[in-house]
């Protein structure tokens, strides 16, 4: 049997489940995995979980009886389990590697394949590529059962939802988070995460906090178009005063205020920020992917930290923070990693965070962004995501790269960046970005202005300019 090469994009391998992310392909990854393993490391551990979405055991079933027939212990978890619950289980289990059975934010017909390192964050861009160029066209899936491994001694259960949960214990006072006069409600978007939250706060409100692999039909991304059942029952409970949302497998993060307006990424990301450096005394550098607003910029130059922008996807930020003294790393996309927890994405820790930050100081989410703002000004972002066939998406780009557009409409522009896609800075004072997803057939265009009325002004011109 010949198929299709399998490459990995900005964060694992996805595909659409039956089509071309099969029983077989899933093997042919795992064959990769485990030769790589057995090239770099006597005797290799690797840590398997998933999701909640559709055959997501079968799937990691598939990767462990694989890597145990190749010579790779495997710890694999019981029952579905977060992206952020594997990097932990990988960096305290003292694994080589991990791997989570996940299409993250995806829509319900997608499922995915992540490594994640040693150090409890994704596995450095050179390894995935490493692992990559060793899938092999052809593979045997092992006919054994899993209690085959485990008699061996290949195979060996482990409960990470629990790992995870003791070590938030021992982060945060839940005692005090518990008795916080801002009453917390938590979206779990059908997700991975959903556990948690109800185990730690049990007096939070609880939304889509049930098993469901097709996500009632909705792509599990904390945005504010995906998330008005929480911004409505926020307005409309006047004891509640913030809302947690994370995706899927729970690494990324949106959040609403007392009002149920939507506090995106990029306002997370300035309010870490704030709380750590100014609220907690904590330096370092800040890492932020090239579509993250450039007020994070401001913010840090107010406060003298230095700040270093990567190519998009947590990868490369992943790989500073181990290597360098990082105070925040984060993604426009919500996902975000702080110093003192492991260099991974991790939505319902940011959660936590903030959460803590608001009960300490008793102001809200709202009074706390204005803080932020008095330094950097207000600012509005938004992103339009557009469905469009692969080669029209990648026209658009060349087109981008190689100067073809000199304005969008009445918004001119002064400085073009091509870090990671096409970045505008717009003469006023906003600016405005075009990229192709590595993953799905969708460009993305970003867009901040400085009222909602001028970023969604700038996106429509956008639009027609490309279209």
Same mark, same amino acid.
């Given at each position: 049997?010949?198929?299709?090469?399998?490459?990995?994009?900005?964060? &694992?391998?996805?595909?659409?489940?039956?089509?071309?992310?099969?029983?077989?392909?899933?093997?042919?990854?795992?064959?990769? =995995?485990?030769?790589?393993?057995?090239?770099?490391?006597?005797?290799?551990?690797?840590?398997?979980?998933?999701?909640?979405?559709?055959?997501?055991?079968?799937?990691?079933?598939?990767?462990?009886?694989?890597?145990?027939?190749?010579?790779?212990?495997?710890?694999?978890?019981?029952?579905?389990?977060?992206?952020?619950?594997?990097?932990?289980?990988?960096?305290?289990?003292?694994?080589? =590697?991990?791997?989570?059975?996940?299409?993250?934010? @995806?829509?319900?017909?997608?499922?995915?394949?992540?490594?994640?390192?040693?150090?409890?964050?994704?596995?450095?861009?050179?390894?995935?590529?490493?692992?990559?160029?060793?899938?092999?066209?052809?593979?045997?899936?092992?006919? =054994?059962?899993?209690?085959?491994?485990?008699?061996?001694?290949?195979?060996?259960?482990?409960?990470?939802?629990?790992?995870?949960?003791?070590?938030?214990?021992?982060?945060?006072? $839940?005692?005090?988070?518990?008795?916080?006069?801002?009453?917390?409600?938590?979206?779990?978007?059908?997700?991975?995460?959903?556990?948690?939250?109800?185990?730690?706060?049990?007096?939070?409100?609880?939304?889509?906090?049930?098993?469901?692999?097709?996500?009632? &039909?909705?792509?599990?991304?904390?945005?504010?178009?995906?998330?008005?059942?929480?911004?409505?029952?926020?307005?409309?409970?006047?004891?509640?005063?913030?809302?947690?949302?994370?995706?899927?497998?729970?690494?990324?993060?949106?959040?609403?205020?007392?009002?149920?307006?939507?506090?995106?990424?990029?306002?997370?990301?300035?309010?870490?920020?704030?709380?750590?450096?100014?609220?907690?005394?904590?330096? &370092?550098?800040?890492?932020?992917?090239?579509?993250?607003?450039?007020?994070?910029?401001?913010?840090?130059?107010?406060?003298?930290?230095?700040?270093?922008?990567?190519?998009?996807?947590?990868?490369?930020?992943?790989?500073?923070?181990? @290597?360098?003294?990082?105070?925040?790393?984060?993604?426009?996309?919500?996902?975000?990693?702080?110093?003192?927890?492991?260099?991974?994405?991790?939505?319902?820790?940011?959660?936590?965070?903030?959460?803590? $930050?608001?009960?300490?100081?008793?102001?809200?989410?709202?009074?706390?962004?204005?803080?932020?703002?008095?330094?950097?000004?207000?600012?509005?972002?938004?992103? @339009?995501?557009?469905?469009?066939? @692969?080669?029209?998406?990648?026209?658009?780009?060349?087109?981008?790269?190689?100067?073809?557009?000199?304005? $969008?409409?009445?918004?001119? $522009?002064?400085?073009?960046?091509?870090?990671?896609?096409?970045?505008?800075?717009?003469?006023?004072?906003?600016?405005?970005?075009?990229?192709?997803?590595?993953?799905?057939?969708?460009?993305?265009?970003?867009?901040?202005?400085?009222?909602?009325?001028?970023?969604?002004?700038?996106?429509?011109?956008?639009?027609?300019?490309?279209?």
């Amino acid at each position: 049997m010949t198929t299709d090469k399998i490459k990995f994009g900005t964060d &694992g391998w996805r595909a659409i489940i039956a089509l071309d992310f099969t029983v077989y392909n899933v093997a042919r990854v795992a064959k990769g =995995q485990a030769d790589w393993l057995n090239s770099k490391f006597e005797n290799p551990t690797v840590v398997v979980g998933h999701d909640c979405r559709f055959a997501g055991q079968l799937f990691a079933e598939t990767v462990t009886k694989v890597l145990c027939d190749n010579g790779v212990k495997v710890l694999l978890s019981k029952g579905f389990i977060s992206t952020p619950m594997i990097s932990l289980g990988v960096l305290h289990l003292k694994a080589q =590697q991990g791997v989570v059975i996940t299409a993250s934010h @995806n829509p319900p017909s997608y499922n995915g394949y992540k490594l994640k390192g040693a150090h409890g964050g994704p596995s450095s861009p050179k390894d995935i590529a490493a692992v990559e160029a060793m899938i092999p066209e052809e593979v045997s899936v092992p006919s =054994q059962s899993l209690a085959f491994f485990e008699e061996k001694g290949m195979l060996q259960y482990v409960n990470l939802e629990d790992m995870y949960v003791d070590y938030l214990k021992e982060k945060f006072d $839940f005692d005090a988070l518990s008795k916080s006069p801002f009453k917390l409600a938590y979206d779990a978007m059908f997700g991975a995460g959903q556990n948690v939250i109800r185990r730690l706060l049990p007096n939070a409100v609880l939304l889509h906090c049930e098993d469901n692999p097709g996500f009632h &039909g909705q792509a599990p991304e904390p945005l504010d178009k995906n998330l008005q059942e929480l911004s409505k029952t926020i307005a409309f409970t006047p004891e509640l005063k913030i809302g947690l949302a994370t995706d899927g497998d729970a690494d990324r993060i949106g959040l609403y205020d007392e009002d149920g307006k939507f506090v995106d990424a990029h306002n997370i990301i300035l309010l870490l920020i704030h709380y750590l450096h100014k609220y907690k005394g904590m330096t &370092g550098k800040v890492a932020i992917a090239f579509s993250v607003t450039d007020r994070v910029k401001k913010l840090c130059e107010h406060y003298g930290l230095p700040v270093e922008v990567t190519a998009i996807g947590f990868k490369y930020i992943s790989e500073i923070m181990v @290597n360098e003294d990082v105070l925040v790393g984060g993604e426009e996309s919500g996902g975000i990693a702080i110093k003192g927890h492991i260099p991974e994405r991790d939505g319902i820790f940011d959660g936590l965070v903030l959460y803590e $930050f608001m009960t300490k100081s008793g102001k809200t989410l709202k009074e706390l962004c204005e803080e932020v703002y008095a330094i950097v000004g207000h600012f509005v972002y938004e992103r @339009n995501d557009l469905t469009i066939p @692969n080669d029209k998406k990648l026209a658009i780009i060349q087109e981008a790269e190689s100067g073809g557009y000199t304005h $969008f409409g009445k918004y001119q $522009f002064s400085n073009v960046e091509t870090i990671d896609g096409v970045k505008y800075h717009l003469n006023n004072g906003g600016w405005m970005m075009l990229r192709a997803s590595g993953t799905e057939p969708v460009l993305r265009i970003y867009a901040e202005g400085n009222s909602k009325e001028e970023t969604l002004d700038i996106l429509e011109a956008v639009k027609e300019e490309i279209l």
